[in-house]
Protein backbone atom coordinates (compact mmCIF):
# COMPACT_ATOMS: atom_id res chain seq x y z
CA UNK A 1 0.00 0.00 0.00
CA UNK A 2 1.07 3.29 0.17
CA UNK A 3 2.72 6.18 1.88
CA UNK A 4 0.35 9.50 2.16
CA UNK A 5 0.32 12.74 3.95
CA UNK A 6 -2.80 13.91 5.91
CA UNK A 7 -2.78 17.81 6.10
CA UNK A 8 -4.99 20.91 6.41
CA UNK A 9 -5.59 22.92 3.65
CA UNK A 10 -6.92 25.99 5.31
CA UNK A 11 -6.24 27.58 9.11
CA UNK A 12 -5.57 24.32 11.02
CA UNK A 13 -8.62 22.52 13.11
CA UNK A 14 -9.91 20.95 10.25
CA UNK A 15 -10.46 17.69 11.90
CA UNK A 16 -6.87 16.18 11.00
CA UNK A 17 -6.56 14.27 14.37
CA UNK A 18 -9.57 11.93 14.06
CA UNK A 19 -8.52 11.22 10.26
CA UNK A 20 -5.28 10.32 11.31
CA UNK A 21 -6.56 8.29 14.50
CA UNK A 22 -9.11 6.82 11.67
CA UNK A 23 -6.61 5.82 9.24
CA UNK A 24 -3.62 5.06 11.11
CA UNK A 25 -4.37 0.67 11.04
CA UNK A 26 -3.63 0.60 7.51
CA UNK A 27 -0.45 1.74 8.39
CA UNK A 28 2.56 0.78 10.19
CA UNK A 29 3.94 3.99 11.30
CA UNK A 30 2.72 7.34 11.61
CA UNK A 31 5.56 10.30 11.26
CA UNK A 32 4.72 14.34 12.02
CA UNK A 33 7.08 16.24 10.36
CA UNK A 34 6.69 20.01 11.20
CA UNK A 35 5.20 22.62 14.24
CA UNK A 36 5.18 21.47 17.87
CA UNK A 37 2.60 21.73 20.76
CA UNK A 38 1.33 24.33 18.88
CA UNK A 39 -1.22 21.68 17.60
CA UNK A 40 -4.39 20.56 19.30
CA UNK A 41 -5.66 17.35 17.74
CA UNK A 42 -8.57 15.87 18.89
CA UNK A 43 -9.59 12.30 18.64
CA UNK A 44 -12.64 10.51 20.68
CA UNK A 45 -12.26 7.10 21.81
CA UNK A 46 -15.81 5.63 22.27
CA UNK A 47 -16.80 9.36 24.01
CA UNK A 48 -13.99 9.73 26.03
CA UNK A 49 -12.01 12.74 24.13
CA UNK A 50 -7.94 12.67 24.04
CA UNK A 51 -6.19 15.62 22.40
CA UNK A 52 -2.74 15.19 20.80
CA UNK A 53 -0.17 18.14 20.84
CA UNK A 54 2.96 16.73 19.88
CA UNK A 55 2.63 12.74 19.70
CA UNK A 56 1.62 11.41 16.39
CA UNK A 57 -2.27 11.08 16.71
CA UNK A 58 -1.96 7.49 15.50
CA UNK A 59 -0.21 6.40 19.57
CA UNK A 60 -4.20 5.48 19.88
CA UNK A 61 -3.17 2.38 18.41
CA UNK A 62 -0.68 -0.29 19.91
CA UNK A 63 1.95 -1.28 17.81
CA UNK A 64 2.04 2.11 15.85
CA UNK A 65 5.56 2.94 15.10
CA UNK A 66 4.77 6.95 16.33
CA UNK A 67 7.36 9.17 14.83
CA UNK A 68 8.49 12.81 16.00
CA UNK A 69 10.96 14.46 12.62
CA UNK A 70 13.58 16.47 12.75
CA UNK A 71 11.56 19.62 11.46
CA UNK A 72 9.27 19.08 15.12
CA UNK A 73 10.41 21.11 17.87
CA UNK A 74 10.19 19.77 20.91
CA UNK A 75 9.09 21.50 24.69
CA UNK A 76 10.53 18.15 26.88
CA UNK A 77 8.15 19.04 29.69
CA UNK A 78 4.79 19.21 27.14
CA UNK A 79 6.54 16.01 25.47
CA UNK A 80 6.94 14.35 29.25
CA UNK A 81 3.49 15.53 30.56
CA UNK A 82 1.67 14.44 27.19
CA UNK A 83 3.32 10.86 27.50
CA UNK A 84 2.35 10.85 30.90
CA UNK A 85 -1.28 11.37 30.21
CA UNK A 86 -1.43 9.37 27.39
CA UNK A 87 -0.27 6.44 29.40
CA UNK A 88 -3.71 6.23 31.45
CA UNK A 89 -5.38 6.15 27.68
CA UNK A 90 -3.60 3.46 26.04
CA UNK A 91 -0.30 1.34 26.74
CA UNK A 92 2.53 3.18 25.36
CA UNK A 93 6.31 1.71 25.25
CA UNK A 94 9.40 3.39 24.70
CA UNK A 95 9.15 1.63 21.35
CA UNK A 96 5.96 3.43 20.61
CA UNK A 97 7.80 6.80 19.92
CA UNK A 98 10.45 7.89 18.70
CA UNK A 99 12.31 12.17 18.60
CA UNK A 100 14.49 12.64 16.10
CA UNK A 101 18.02 13.61 17.65
CA UNK A 102 17.60 16.34 15.44
CA UNK A 103 14.64 17.98 16.49
CA UNK A 104 15.00 21.55 17.82
CA UNK A 105 14.16 22.14 21.81
CA UNK A 106 11.81 24.76 23.00
CA UNK A 107 13.10 26.16 26.01
CA UNK A 108 11.32 28.49 28.48
CA UNK A 109 12.99 31.74 27.37
CA UNK A 110 11.20 31.08 23.78
CA UNK A 111 7.70 31.42 25.53
CA UNK A 112 8.80 34.45 27.34
CA UNK A 113 10.33 36.47 24.81
CA UNK A 114 7.88 35.48 22.64
CA UNK A 115 4.59 36.84 25.14
CA UNK A 116 7.27 39.94 25.61
CA UNK A 117 7.21 40.59 21.63
CA UNK A 118 3.18 39.60 21.01
CA UNK A 119 2.19 42.26 23.90
CA UNK A 120 5.11 45.11 22.63
CA UNK A 121 3.06 44.46 19.23
CA UNK A 122 -0.37 45.25 20.77
CA UNK A 123 -3.29 45.18 17.68
CA UNK A 124 -1.19 43.88 15.15
CA UNK A 125 -0.03 41.10 16.92
CA UNK A 126 -0.10 37.67 15.59
CA UNK A 127 -1.68 35.91 18.36
CA UNK A 128 0.34 32.91 18.55
CA UNK A 129 -0.19 29.95 20.72
CA UNK A 130 2.62 31.81 23.29
CA UNK A 131 4.38 28.00 23.15
CA UNK A 132 8.04 29.56 21.77
CA UNK A 133 7.27 28.00 18.59
CA UNK A 134 8.24 30.88 16.46
CA UNK A 135 11.49 31.88 18.77
CA UNK A 136 12.88 28.19 18.95
CA UNK A 137 12.49 28.28 14.66
CA UNK A 138 14.40 31.63 14.87
CA UNK A 139 17.19 29.70 16.86
CA UNK A 140 17.40 26.85 14.61
CA UNK A 141 17.09 28.96 11.63
CA UNK A 142 19.98 31.75 13.33
CA UNK A 143 22.58 28.29 13.69
CA UNK A 144 22.39 28.73 17.33
CA UNK A 145 19.46 26.59 18.16
CA UNK A 146 19.50 23.14 21.06
CA UNK A 147 18.87 19.97 19.60
CA UNK A 148 17.12 16.83 21.73
CA UNK A 149 20.33 14.99 21.06
CA UNK A 150 21.95 17.52 22.87
CA UNK A 151 20.10 16.13 25.88
CA UNK A 152 21.87 12.95 26.04
CA UNK A 153 25.17 14.92 26.49
CA UNK A 154 25.15 16.65 29.81
CA UNK A 155 28.46 18.49 29.53
CA UNK A 156 27.83 19.88 25.79
CA UNK A 157 23.94 20.52 26.84
CA UNK A 158 25.20 22.47 29.71
CA UNK A 159 27.64 24.77 27.46
CA UNK A 160 24.44 25.43 25.07
CA UNK A 161 22.54 25.98 27.67
CA UNK A 162 24.52 28.49 29.11
CA UNK A 163 26.02 30.29 26.45
CA UNK A 164 22.19 30.52 25.19
CA UNK A 165 21.10 32.05 27.88
CA UNK A 166 23.70 34.97 28.35
CA UNK A 167 22.43 36.10 25.24
CA UNK A 168 18.48 35.56 25.92
CA UNK A 169 18.94 37.44 29.31
CA UNK A 170 20.72 40.34 27.78
CA UNK A 171 17.28 40.61 25.22
CA UNK A 172 15.51 40.13 28.24
CA UNK A 173 16.95 43.12 30.13
CA UNK A 174 16.03 45.08 26.79
CA UNK A 175 12.48 43.97 27.40
CA UNK A 176 12.36 45.25 30.90
CA UNK A 177 12.43 40.69 31.98
CA UNK A 178 13.95 38.88 35.27
CA UNK A 179 17.02 36.93 33.65
CA UNK A 180 16.60 33.25 33.97
CA UNK A 181 19.01 31.38 36.01
CA UNK A 182 21.19 28.86 33.47
CA UNK A 183 21.85 26.59 36.55
CA UNK A 184 18.72 25.96 37.24
CA UNK A 185 17.49 25.63 33.44
CA UNK A 186 20.69 23.26 32.82
CA UNK A 187 19.43 21.14 36.03
CA UNK A 188 15.63 21.09 34.91
CA UNK A 189 16.84 20.39 31.33
CA UNK A 190 19.19 17.74 32.30
CA UNK A 191 16.50 15.87 34.13
CA UNK A 192 14.03 15.82 31.07
CA UNK A 193 17.12 14.55 29.70
CA UNK A 194 17.12 11.34 31.82
CA UNK A 195 13.87 10.34 31.02
CA UNK A 196 13.61 11.27 27.52
CA UNK A 197 16.47 9.68 26.21
CA UNK A 198 15.00 6.00 25.25
CA UNK A 199 13.04 7.75 23.00
CA UNK A 200 15.80 10.01 21.31
CA UNK A 201 16.65 8.63 17.92
CA UNK A 202 17.61 8.81 14.23
CA UNK A 203 14.19 9.05 13.59
CA UNK A 204 15.27 9.05 9.41
CA UNK A 205 16.81 6.42 9.40
CA UNK A 206 14.05 4.06 11.08
CA UNK A 207 12.46 5.65 8.82
CA UNK A 208 14.01 4.41 5.87
CA UNK A 209 14.05 1.10 7.39
CA UNK A 210 10.40 1.23 7.87
CA UNK A 211 9.89 1.91 4.21
CA UNK A 212 12.16 -0.52 2.92
CA UNK A 213 10.67 -3.42 4.94
CA UNK A 214 7.27 -2.35 2.87
CA UNK A 215 5.62 -0.93 5.58
CA UNK A 216 3.18 2.28 4.40
CA UNK A 217 3.75 5.02 6.43
CA UNK A 218 1.11 7.83 7.19
CA UNK A 219 2.70 12.15 7.53
CA UNK A 220 0.42 13.66 9.40
CA UNK A 221 0.31 17.43 9.22
CA UNK A 222 -0.34 20.02 12.20
CA UNK A 223 -1.57 23.35 11.20
CA UNK A 224 -2.73 24.18 7.91
CA UNK A 225 -1.30 25.36 4.36
CA UNK A 226 -2.51 29.04 4.91
CA UNK A 227 -0.72 28.87 8.45
CA UNK A 228 2.75 27.97 6.22
CA UNK A 229 5.80 30.24 6.58
CA UNK A 230 6.13 30.23 2.88
CA UNK A 231 2.21 29.88 1.64
CA UNK A 232 0.41 31.47 4.23
CA UNK A 233 -1.10 34.71 4.84
CA UNK A 234 2.62 35.82 6.31
CA UNK A 235 3.00 37.24 8.91
CA UNK A 236 0.02 35.65 10.40
CA UNK A 237 1.75 32.46 10.06
CA UNK A 238 3.21 29.91 12.29
CA UNK A 239 7.40 29.56 11.53
CA UNK A 240 7.29 26.20 9.96
CA UNK A 241 5.81 24.31 6.50
CA UNK A 242 2.76 22.54 7.12
CA UNK A 243 2.60 21.97 3.30
CA UNK A 244 3.58 18.37 1.57
CA UNK A 245 7.28 19.98 0.88
CA UNK A 246 7.55 19.98 4.40
CA UNK A 247 7.79 16.44 4.68
CA UNK A 248 10.87 15.75 3.34
CA UNK A 249 12.94 18.00 5.23
CA UNK A 250 11.11 17.55 8.35
CA UNK A 251 11.62 13.51 8.20
CA UNK A 252 14.69 13.38 5.97
CA UNK A 253 12.84 11.17 3.35
CA UNK A 254 12.86 12.21 -0.55
CA UNK A 255 9.41 13.10 -2.10
CA UNK A 256 9.22 10.11 -4.46
CA UNK A 257 8.42 8.36 -0.88
CA UNK A 258 4.94 9.65 -1.31
CA UNK A 259 2.30 8.42 -2.87
CA UNK A 260 -0.49 10.44 -2.63
CA UNK A 261 -1.44 13.41 -0.54
CA UNK A 262 -4.91 13.83 0.94
CA UNK A 263 -5.97 17.34 2.11
CA UNK A 264 -8.44 17.93 5.40
CA UNK A 265 -11.15 20.50 4.45
CA UNK A 266 -13.79 21.57 6.93
CA UNK A 267 -17.04 22.49 5.53
CA UNK A 268 -16.67 25.65 6.53
CA UNK A 269 -13.45 27.79 7.30
CA UNK A 270 -12.23 28.66 11.15
CA UNK A 271 -9.24 30.74 12.22
CA UNK A 272 -7.82 31.23 15.51
CA UNK A 273 -5.51 34.33 15.58
CA UNK A 274 -5.15 37.28 13.85
CA UNK A 275 -4.55 38.03 10.27
CA UNK A 276 -7.09 37.84 7.26
CA UNK A 277 -10.32 35.61 6.68
CA UNK A 278 -12.05 37.16 3.92
CA UNK A 279 -15.19 34.47 4.22
CA UNK A 280 -15.14 35.75 8.44
CA UNK A 281 -18.93 36.01 9.25
CA UNK A 282 -19.48 38.27 12.87
CA UNK A 283 -23.48 37.97 12.39
CA UNK A 284 -26.05 35.82 14.39
CA UNK A 285 -24.69 32.88 11.05
CA UNK A 286 -21.47 32.99 12.47
CA UNK A 287 -21.90 32.13 15.92
CA UNK A 288 -24.38 29.08 15.29
CA UNK A 289 -21.65 27.91 12.90
CA UNK A 290 -19.32 28.51 16.07
CA UNK A 291 -21.82 27.47 18.66
CA UNK A 292 -22.50 23.66 16.71
CA UNK A 293 -19.30 23.08 15.65
CA UNK A 294 -18.07 23.82 19.18
CA UNK A 295 -15.16 26.07 17.66
CA UNK A 296 -13.09 26.47 20.47
CA UNK A 297 -9.26 26.09 19.90
CA UNK A 298 -8.06 22.61 21.26
CA UNK A 299 -4.43 24.51 22.60
CA UNK A 300 -5.51 27.34 23.83
CA UNK A 301 -9.03 27.46 24.43
CA UNK A 302 -9.44 30.64 22.59
CA UNK A 303 -12.80 30.72 20.68
CA UNK A 304 -12.26 30.54 16.73
CA UNK A 305 -13.73 33.02 14.07
CA UNK A 306 -16.17 31.03 11.71
CA UNK A 307 -16.47 31.79 7.79
CA UNK A 308 -18.37 29.72 5.16
CA UNK A 309 -15.89 27.59 2.88
CA UNK A 310 -13.80 29.52 0.81
CA UNK A 311 -13.02 27.93 -2.15
CA UNK A 312 -10.20 30.28 -3.64
CA UNK A 313 -8.17 29.51 -0.58
CA UNK A 314 -8.90 25.48 -0.86
CA UNK A 315 -8.30 25.52 -4.56
CA UNK A 316 -4.63 27.31 -3.37
CA UNK A 317 -3.73 24.42 -1.17
CA UNK A 318 -4.54 21.79 -3.44
CA UNK A 319 -2.35 23.20 -6.21
CA UNK A 320 0.34 24.02 -3.44
CA UNK A 321 0.72 21.02 -2.15
CA UNK A 322 -0.29 18.41 -4.90
CA UNK A 323 -3.16 17.30 -3.08
CA UNK A 324 -4.78 13.94 -4.39
CA UNK A 325 -7.99 13.65 -3.33
CA UNK A 326 -9.39 16.07 -0.21
CA UNK A 327 -11.15 14.60 3.15
CA UNK A 328 -14.57 16.76 4.40
CA UNK A 329 -14.97 17.04 7.79
CA UNK A 330 -17.44 18.47 9.80
CA UNK A 331 -20.93 19.02 7.23
CA UNK A 332 -22.96 17.56 10.03
CA UNK A 333 -22.57 20.99 11.45
CA UNK A 334 -24.55 22.91 8.81
CA UNK A 335 -27.45 20.29 8.60
CA UNK A 336 -30.20 22.81 10.26
CA UNK A 337 -28.82 26.04 8.03
CA UNK A 338 -31.49 26.94 5.59
CA UNK A 339 -29.27 28.18 2.99
CA UNK A 340 -24.96 27.66 2.79
CA UNK A 341 -22.63 29.92 1.05
CA UNK A 342 -19.36 28.61 -0.89
CA UNK A 343 -16.63 31.63 -1.53
CA UNK A 344 -15.96 30.93 -5.38
CA UNK A 345 -13.91 34.42 -6.23
CA UNK A 346 -13.19 37.40 -4.42
CA UNK A 347 -13.64 40.76 -5.61
CA UNK A 348 -10.94 43.56 -5.35
CA UNK A 349 -11.04 46.96 -7.19
CA UNK A 350 -13.67 46.25 -9.59
CA UNK A 351 -12.25 43.08 -10.79
CA UNK A 352 -13.19 39.61 -10.15
CA UNK A 353 -10.19 37.20 -9.02
CA UNK A 354 -10.32 33.51 -8.86
CA UNK A 355 -7.08 32.55 -7.70
CA UNK A 356 -5.99 33.19 -4.47
CA UNK A 357 -3.82 36.53 -3.78
CA UNK A 358 -0.49 35.72 -2.39
CA UNK A 359 -0.26 39.13 -0.91
CA UNK A 360 -1.69 39.61 2.52
CA UNK A 361 -2.54 43.36 2.08
CA UNK A 362 -4.82 42.15 -0.94
CA UNK A 363 -6.43 39.68 1.07
CA UNK A 364 -7.15 42.12 3.48
CA UNK A 365 -8.78 43.86 1.68
CA UNK A 366 -11.09 41.63 -0.83
CA UNK A 367 -14.52 40.70 -0.94
CA UNK A 368 -15.93 36.91 -1.42
CA UNK A 369 -18.15 36.41 -4.01
CA UNK A 370 -20.54 33.22 -2.72
CA UNK A 371 -22.70 31.01 -4.93
CA UNK A 372 -25.70 29.77 -2.83
CA UNK A 373 -26.93 26.38 -2.46
CA UNK A 374 -29.97 25.50 -0.03
CA UNK A 375 -29.25 23.73 3.23
CA UNK A 376 -30.51 20.05 3.16
CA UNK A 377 -31.73 20.09 6.54
CA UNK A 378 -31.76 16.41 6.81
CA UNK A 379 -28.56 15.40 9.08
CA UNK A 380 -25.78 13.74 7.45
CA UNK A 381 -24.58 13.36 11.20
CA UNK A 382 -23.58 9.83 11.63
CA UNK A 383 -24.34 8.46 7.86
CA UNK A 384 -21.92 6.13 6.97
CA UNK A 385 -23.16 5.44 3.44
CA UNK A 386 -22.75 7.94 0.28
CA UNK A 387 -26.08 6.82 -1.07
CA UNK A 388 -27.57 7.53 2.42
CA UNK A 389 -26.64 11.29 1.87
CA UNK A 390 -29.19 13.75 1.57
CA UNK A 391 -28.87 14.77 -1.72
CA UNK A 392 -28.75 18.51 -1.03
CA UNK A 393 -25.74 17.79 0.85
CA UNK A 394 -24.51 16.07 -2.30
CA UNK A 395 -25.09 19.18 -4.85
CA UNK A 396 -22.94 20.96 -1.97
CA UNK A 397 -20.06 18.67 -2.08
CA UNK A 398 -20.48 18.68 -6.14
CA UNK A 399 -20.25 22.65 -6.09
CA UNK A 400 -17.20 22.24 -3.57
CA UNK A 401 -15.68 19.69 -5.28
CA UNK A 402 -16.09 21.42 -8.95
CA UNK A 403 -14.76 24.81 -7.40
CA UNK A 404 -11.62 23.30 -5.73
CA UNK A 405 -10.49 20.66 -8.56
CA UNK A 406 -10.56 17.71 -6.49
CA UNK A 407 -13.09 15.24 -4.90
CA UNK A 408 -13.48 13.80 -1.49
CA UNK A 409 -12.79 10.50 -1.10
CA UNK A 410 -13.76 10.55 2.41
CA UNK A 411 -16.34 12.45 4.33
CA UNK A 412 -16.60 12.78 8.27
CA UNK A 413 -19.84 13.04 9.91
CA UNK A 414 -19.47 13.23 13.45
CA UNK A 415 -16.62 13.04 16.15
CA UNK A 416 -16.27 9.23 16.53
CA UNK A 417 -14.58 7.02 14.53
CA UNK A 418 -17.37 5.17 12.75
CA UNK A 419 -19.05 8.32 12.21
CA UNK A 420 -17.01 8.19 8.45
CA UNK A 421 -17.97 7.37 4.95
CA UNK A 422 -15.76 6.46 2.44
CA UNK A 423 -15.90 6.87 -1.74
CA UNK A 424 -13.93 3.52 -1.92
CA UNK A 425 -13.18 3.56 -5.28
CA UNK A 426 -11.35 7.23 -4.76
CA UNK A 427 -8.91 5.64 -2.26
CA UNK A 428 -8.35 2.82 -4.34
CA UNK A 429 -4.25 1.04 -4.05
CA UNK A 430 -3.55 3.84 -1.72
CA UNK A 431 -5.32 2.71 1.66
CA UNK A 432 -5.65 -0.57 2.58
CA UNK A 433 -9.43 -0.08 4.06
CA UNK A 434 -10.27 -3.18 4.95
CA UNK A 435 -7.69 -2.57 7.65
CA UNK A 436 -9.52 0.77 8.76
CA UNK A 437 -13.12 -0.77 8.72
CA UNK A 438 -11.90 -3.46 11.34
CA UNK A 439 -9.90 -0.98 13.61
CA UNK A 440 -13.50 0.85 13.33
CA UNK A 441 -15.38 -2.49 14.46
CA UNK A 442 -12.78 -3.34 16.97
CA UNK A 443 -13.08 0.48 18.53
P1 LIG B 1 -7.15 19.26 14.05
O1 LIG B 1 -6.28 20.24 14.74
O2 LIG B 1 -7.17 19.43 12.58
O3 LIG B 1 -6.88 17.84 14.45
O4 LIG B 1 -8.64 19.58 14.54
P2 LIG B 1 -9.11 19.89 16.04
O5 LIG B 1 -9.11 18.64 16.82
O6 LIG B 1 -8.36 21.04 16.59
O7 LIG B 1 -10.58 20.41 15.77
C1 LIG B 1 -11.53 19.65 15.10
C2 LIG B 1 -12.73 19.44 16.03
O8 LIG B 1 -13.82 18.95 15.28
C3 LIG B 1 -12.47 18.42 17.12
O9 LIG B 1 -13.16 18.80 18.29
C4 LIG B 1 -13.08 17.13 16.54
O10 LIG B 1 -13.52 16.24 17.55
C5 LIG B 1 -14.23 17.69 15.76
N1 LIG B 1 -14.61 16.91 14.58
C6 LIG B 1 -13.84 16.23 13.71
N2 LIG B 1 -14.57 15.73 12.69
C7 LIG B 1 -15.86 16.10 12.93
C8 LIG B 1 -17.09 15.91 12.22
O11 LIG B 1 -17.15 15.33 11.16
N3 LIG B 1 -18.21 16.48 12.78
C9 LIG B 1 -18.17 17.17 13.95
N4 LIG B 1 -19.30 17.69 14.40
N5 LIG B 1 -17.02 17.37 14.63
C10 LIG B 1 -15.89 16.85 14.13
P1 LIG C 1 -3.66 22.33 14.55
O1 LIG C 1 -2.55 21.35 14.25
C1 LIG C 1 -5.08 26.44 14.39
C2 LIG C 1 -2.05 29.58 14.77
C3 LIG C 1 -2.09 30.47 16.00
C4 LIG C 1 -1.59 31.77 15.40
C5 LIG C 1 -0.53 31.29 14.41
C6 LIG C 1 0.88 31.35 14.95
O2 LIG C 1 -4.43 22.00 15.77
O3 LIG C 1 -4.49 22.57 13.35
P2 LIG C 1 2.21 29.80 16.66
O4 LIG C 1 1.99 29.53 18.12
O5 LIG C 1 2.17 28.58 15.81
O6 LIG C 1 3.42 30.61 16.38
O7 LIG C 1 0.96 30.73 16.22
O8 LIG C 1 -0.86 29.94 14.09
N1 LIG C 1 -1.98 28.13 15.05
C7 LIG C 1 -3.01 27.29 14.86
N2 LIG C 1 -4.29 27.53 14.52
N3 LIG C 1 -4.65 25.18 14.58
C8 LIG C 1 -3.36 24.93 14.90
O9 LIG C 1 -2.86 23.67 14.95
C9 LIG C 1 -2.49 26.00 15.10
N4 LIG C 1 -1.19 26.11 15.46
C10 LIG C 1 -0.89 27.42 15.40
O10 LIG C 1 -3.40 30.58 16.51
O11 LIG C 1 -2.61 32.37 14.64
MG1 LIG D 1 -6.38 21.67 16.23
Redesign the pocket.
Known amino acids: MANIVIL?TQ????G??KIVDLLTPAFGAVARYQ?GH????TVYLNGRKVVLHVIPSGILHPGTLCLIGNGVVIDPRAFLDELEALKSVVPVGEDSIAVSRTAHLILPYHGLLERAAEAALGEKK??????G??PAYEDKIGRRGIRAGDLCDPALLREKIFRNTAAKNEIAALWGLEPLDPEKLFAQYADYGARMAPYIKDVSRLLHETLRAGTPVLFE????VL?DIDHGTYP????SNPTAGGVCTGLGVGPTVIDAVLGVIKAYTT?????PFPTELFDETGKLLARRGDEF????G?PRRCGWFDAVAAAYACRINGISRVIMTKPDVLDEFPEIKICTAYRYKGSSLRDYPVETEVLEKVVPVYETVPGWKTPVRGVREFRDLPAGFKDFLKLVEDRIGAEAAMISTGVERRETLFRDDLLAGWIDLAAVRKGIAGA
Open positions: GWGDEKGGNAGHIGTTCRIGGAQGLYVTSRVGSGGATTR
